[in-house]
């Protein structure tokens, strides 16, 4: 079964340093694509990034990039120059398929940033 | 092109009223897919539909909960006979095709049984 791990229920970072979120996933698909959403306290979901199975390179998005390692099934979201606004919940997700397309996404339970000036 | 649009941000019902969530997706998606917020707790899904068709109940509760996705009109979620526990946020996501990698989420409900 699918199944996604966030083990760091809170994190603090000071502001214009980077945090690394962990993510650990589990799956017997080959294909499958890993996300990170942010969700602030306002509420809404906001997609940060994405990585496919067989993406050879790491993802970057701008500050975020993820750190994808297939045979230790992780997928840790890197936040470099950290500012007051990355303050929010984090949450790792995934989903199977080529590329991550099809079915539903699968969330871990979040991270909670909190960045301190 | 606006992005995708749920309504009401806020609902407030009493026991045993009804519930009904909306889902507008992006313009040119077609499918749309329901996920459930229990405070503190990440997203679990709930449906999975196209236009018109049902692809993959699987986290729906057996009763008092049911989804549609018209070939016009918004997708609905309805909730009959709330109940305390049914008090969670509610997010809609939309993607244009299956082959689609990224669901692009709407705002969420937030739903109070009071």
């Known amino acids: 079964a699918q199944k996604i791990t966030q083990t760091q229920p809170g994190m603090f970072v000071q502001e214009k340093e980077a945090v690394t979120l962990d993510c650990t996933y589990d799956?017997?698909?080959?294909?499958?694509?890993l996300f990170w959403y942010k969700q602030p306290s306002s509420g809404e979901m906001i997609f940060l990034i994405y990585q496919g199975s067989y993406d050879e390179q790491n993802a970057t998005e701008g500050r975020y990039s993820l750190n994808f390692q297939k045979a230790r099934k992780s997928a840790n979201l890197v936040i470099s120059a950290s500012q007051l606004g990355d303050s929010a919940m984090y949450f790792c997700?995934?989903?199977?398929?080529?590329?991550?397309?099809?079915?539903?996404?699968?969330f871990g339970k979040g991270t909670k940033l909190s960045v301190k000036p | 092109n606006a992005g995708v649009m749920q309504n009401p941000r806020h609902l407030v019902r009493r026991r045993g009223q009804e519930a009904r969530l909306r889902c507008s997706p992006m313009?040119?998606?077609?499918?749309v897919y329901w996920y459930r917020q229990l405070p503190e707790e990440g997203l679990k899904f709930m449906v999975y539909?196209?236009?018109?068709?049902?692809?993959?109940e699987s986290g729906m509760p057996k009763e008092r909960f049911s989804a549609e996705f018209p070939k016009e009109g918004p997708s609905i979620l309805r909730i009959q006979q709330v109940v305390r526990g049914d008090s969670a946020a509610y997010f809609c996501?939309?993607?244009?095709?299956?082959?689609?990698?990224?669901?692009?989420f709407g705002q969420g409900t937030r739903l109070t049984v009071v």
């Open positions: 313009k040119g998606h077609s499918h």
């Open positions: 997700a995934m989903r199977e398929g080529p590329g991550g397309s099809q079915g539903n996404l699968i």
């Open positions: 996501a939309s993607s244009p095709n299956e082959g689609a990698a990224e669901a692009f």
């Open positions: 799956t017997s698909d080959q294909s499958y694509g």
């Open positions: 539909l196209q236009k018109e068709n049902i692809i993959d």
